[in-house]
């Protein structure tokens, strides 16, 4: 292990923003946990690659919406590294029912959303404020999105989720201020990447040219660029929390 470096948590770190933001933490001087719910082989490459990087890794299976395996998986880090400086609540999931599909949106399908992206992220971080309470500077940043800020196209349980993830990080921010654990978020627009890619299929290049057009920068956000400022947050601005911080190249405030 490397002594001495501070530790972070990434959780759904194995692809996108959490395997950006695990990366450049550990570029930053960070051990760090990563955390995945399925996909192993890519948890234990993006570990590699932060070993690499000069880091230790710390694979960490756990389904945030389990209680139980999230507890666990704070003993990991417990027995691990012995602290914990930041935690980054990347796991989220969603459903590709369209809005206008109202009948067609399986209430099973929402209460799985809200049970990760929801409830997920506070068990995690309930979970973790023992290990945040002893470091120096500790700092939560959650993720959230500007579909949980304003109306869009995007599936009802997935912005209704983000919303709540921006009322829980003013909330958890005023309850935590008072230790000394900041509490942010991150609210990317529209996202280039695989996961986008996922969700729209073979629209995906035709949908994200029109996205960059309507943007004034001209382009859509990376997942390197969210973890640039995920990292930003968590080992500058010593004086910011419960704030969300929109990167959507000026989107949001314009249209």
């Given at each position: 292990m490397?002594?001495g470096?501070?530790a972070?948590?990434?959780?759904?770190?194995?692809?996108?923003?959490?395997?950006?933001?695990?990366?450049?933490?550990?570029r930053?001087?960070?051990?760090?946990a990563?955390?995945?719910?399925s996909?192993?082989a890519a948890?234990?490459?993006?570990?590699k690659?932060a070993?690499?990087?000069?880091?230790?890794?710390?694979?960490c299976?756990?389904?945030?919406?389990?209680?139980?395996?999230?507890?666990?998986?704070a003993g990991q880090i417990?027995?691990?590294?012995?602290?914990l400086?930041a935690?980054v609540?990347n796991?989220g999931?969603?459903?590709?029912t369209?809005?206008?599909?109202l009948?067609?949106?399986?209430?099973?399908g929402?209460?799985?959303?809200?049970?990760?992206?929801?409830r997920?992220l506070?068990?995690v971080?309930r979970?973790?404020v023992?290990?945040?309470?002893?470091?120096?500077r500790?700092a939560?940043?959650?993720?959230?999105?500007?579909?949980?800020l304003?109306p869009?196209?995007q599936?009802f349980?997935y912005?209704?989720?983000k919303?709540?993830?921006?009322?829980?990080?003013k909330?958890?921010a005023?309850r935590?201020?008072?230790?000394?654990?900041?509490?942010?978020a991150v609210?990317?627009?529209?996202?280039?990447?695989?996961w986008?890619?996922?969700?729209?299929?073979?629209?995906?290049?035709r949908?994200?040219?029109?996205?960059?057009?309507?943007?004034p920068?001209?382009r859509?956000?990376t997942?390197?660029?969210?973890?640039?400022t995920?990292?930003?947050?968590?080992?500058?601005?010593?004086?910011v929390?419960?704030?969300?911080i929109v990167?959507?190249?000026?989107?949001?405030?314009?249209?």
């Open positions: 490397t002594r470096r501070p972070a948590l990434v959780t759904g770190a194995s692809r996108g923003i959490g395997r950006s933001t695990a990366l450049a933490l550990a930053a001087g960070y051990n760090v990563v955390n995945y719910a996909s192993r948890a234990e490459t993006v570990a690659e070993t690499d990087l000069g880091a230790s890794a710390l694979v299976r756990a389904d945030v919406a389990d209680e139980a395996a999230v507890r666990a998986m417990t027995a691990e590294f012995g602290r400086d935690l609540n796991a999931t969603t459903i590709t369209l809005p206008a599909d009948d067609g949106l399986d209430m099973a929402w209460d799985r959303v809200f049970a990760v992206n929801v997920g506070f068990q971080t979970a973790c023992p290990l945040l309470r002893t470091a120096e500790p939560v940043v959650n993720l959230c999105s500007i579909a949980g304003r869009g196209p599936p349980p912005a209704a989720s919303a709540a993830v921006a009322n829980l990080t909330t958890l005023g935590l201020g008072p230790e000394g654990i900041r509490v942010n609210a990317p627009g529209w996202m280039a990447g695989e986008m890619e996922e969700q729209l299929g073979g629209n995906y290049g949908l994200m040219d029109r996205r960059a057009r309507l943007t920068l001209r859509c956000v997942p390197g660029e969210v973890a640039e995920i990292v930003s947050l968590i080992t500058g601005n010593p004086f929390t419960g704030e969300i990167i959507d190249g000026g989107f949001a405030s314009t249209t």
